[in-house]
């Protein structure tokens, strides 16, 4: 029975993810800063789900992750999903600070931890929820697309490490587009997910060890057009 820790787990993403884990025969441990919502899933899957109440902006992320890794009695897969981001059109610096220290520091604190378990270990799986924002810069909301950028650059660095170090840690760097959630903000919105099925392909990717997913699929050819659109012309747009 494989152990899973998500982070971020309370709505949207995360915790659909948690429902298909533990439907595939996983127990995990869901994070959040909203204990209700923790309690209503524990709640819906007695003794499958284990919870731990935190905010990733906080000093004790690693304390709240090594007790849930106790009660699973071990960590085989880590999820990082917790996200922030805003737009900031006068360049606001709480919505830039607060996207950072969850998108950038909690993320890189957390994977950090988790790839030096998994070396240990001899073996895990790490991924993380970054977003096709990560492509580009983006006027409306520079520090989300940043952040999700180095999250991207970051785990691809992880993944060249595993290779060269020979190490069975798997990384995969999930980018979605939209997906109909409270983060899907902003207009000219288009191609928009449910959450249901963005989850169910980004639980597959996970399963099959992709090193990169674009959820969903189609937002490879959105992600091809981003990265080669010469800059006077994606100026127009992002
Ligand atoms: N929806 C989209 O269109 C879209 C597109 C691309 C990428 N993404 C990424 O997908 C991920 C999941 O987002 P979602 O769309 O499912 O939105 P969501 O329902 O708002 O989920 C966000 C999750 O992050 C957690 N979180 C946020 N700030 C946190 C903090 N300071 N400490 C701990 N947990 C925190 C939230 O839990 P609490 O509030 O309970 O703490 C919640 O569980 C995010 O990383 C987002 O950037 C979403």
Not at 121 to 129: E, F, L, P, S, T
Not at 159 to 166: D, G, P, R, V, Y
Request: one cysteine or more; hydrophobic letters at 40%.
């Amino acid at each position: 029975m494989k152990k899973v820790i998500i982070i971020g787990a309370t709505s949207g993403i995360g915790r659909e993810l948690a429902k298909l884990f533990v439907q595939s025969g996983c127990i995990v441990g869901a994070t959040g800063r909203r204990p209700e919502l923790l309690d209503t899933l524990k709640e819906e899957f007695p003794g499958k789900i284990f919870t731990a109440c935190f905010d990733v902006m906080g000093n004790e992320n690693i304390q709240h992750i090594q007790s849930l890794i106790d009660q699973l009695g071990g960590m085989d897969i880590f999820i990082y999903n917790s996200g922030y981001g805003d737009t900031s059109q006068t360049l606001d610096w709480k919505t830039d600070q607060q996207t950072t220290l969850t998108n950038v520091n909690g993320f890189v604190e957390t994977v950090n931890f988790a790839f030096n378990y998994f070396s240990k270990q001899g073996h895990g799986q790490i991924a993380g929820i970054s977003s096709i924002a990560s492509i580009r810069g983006n006027s409306w909301a520079p520090a989300y697309s940043a952040s999700k950028a180095y999250m991207s650059n970051y785990m691809e660095g992880l993944h060249m490490k595993a290779a060269k170090m020979k190490l069975d840690i798997s990384i995969t760097d999930i980018q979605p587009g939209f997906v109909k959630t409270k983060m899907a903000k902003g207009n000219g919105q288009f191609w928009v997910a449910p959450v249901a099925k963005a989850s169910k392909q980004i639980f597959t990717a996970i399963q099959n060890k992709r090193r990169r997913a674009y959820i969903t699929k189609r937002w490879w050819l959105i992600a091809k057009l981003m990265k080669g659109v010469p800059y006077w012309i994606y100026k127009r747009i992002g």
